[in-house]
């Protein structure tokens, strides 16, 4: 995924408030809106370099918005509206092999009163529920983690792909991770133990997991290659 625009680099200083971030621009501080509602533990550091887009839009109160951040050795995205942009291209460019073979691909498919973030299909017996999700947090090994907070609405997510399992339909766990120096993937159990709990439980019962890991620069996001689950 290109940006449509250069973006602006700064240096962070702070986010507060969940949703706002104190980025210094030669000598004036932006505030820059955040779309990520975890943690970002491990993302950020005061005085790293930082990248925002802007626009340009009467709508927006902020016209920043935080997209990228960079730890010395990798560049970091934690801009989690992008996600499922990245694991739509992926899918569509073939690089994650196990979801080809489906002639259509829909975001955002309603099942009941929710929504499952893509659906592949071929005919309406052969089907393929995608539930995509960003990581970002990191240990001291080097391993991927998630989640980086306690999510009920992951939770709620796995268990919508496991009943949709039980009724015999293919699902998928899919996890994008955007940053560059970590060399597998496991999930986090003492953040979200009841997460952890879960994801194992309908894993057992058929829903697959698959991790790709993404290569950034401050023109494009891609992802790039799968990580091994530990």
């Known amino acids: 995924m290109k940006f449509k625009n250069s973006l ?3 240096t962070f200083l702070k986010r507060y408030k969940r949703f706002f971030a104190d980025i210094k621009m030669g000598d004036n501080i932006v505030v820059a809106h955040t779309a990520n509602t975890g943690t970002m533990k491990t ?4 005085g790293w370099n930082a990248l925002m887009s802007f626009h340009d839009s009467p709508k927006r109160k902020l016209k920043y918005s935080f997209e990228m951040i960079h730890n010395g050795k990798t560049w970091i995205g934690i801009n989690t509206s ?3 942009h990245l694991a739509i291209e992926a899918i569509k460019n073939g690089v994650i092999t196990e979801l080809q073979g489906y002639a259509d691909l829909k975001p955002e498919a309603k099942i009941g009163q929710s929504r499952i973030d893509i659906l592949l299909s071929n005919t309406e017996s052969d089907q393929c529920y995608v539930e995509v999700k960003n990581v970002t947090l ?3 090994e080097n391993y991927a983690l998630f989640p980086d907070s306690v999510t009920e ?3 709620k997510h796995l268990n919508e792909l496991l009943e949709l399992k039980r009724k015999g339909i293919r699902t998928v766990m ?3 991770v955007q940053r560059e120096d970590c060399h597998s993937f496991k999930v986090e159990q003492n953040i979200d133990p009841a997460y952890c709990r879960l994801l194992k439980e309908v894993m057992k019962e058929g829903v697959e997991v698959l991790v790709y890991q993404c290569k950034l620069n401050p023109s494009e996001i891609i992802v790039h290659k799968k990580l091994a689950i530990v």
């Not at 993302?43 to 005061?46: D, T, Y």
């Open 43 to 46: 993302c950020l550091g005061e």
């Open 82 to 84: 992008l996600t499922n």
């Open 8 to 10: 602006h680099a700064g």
């Open 138 to 140: 990191i240990d001291d």
């Open 174 to 176: 899919l996890f994008i």
């Open 153 to 155: 609405r992951g939770q």
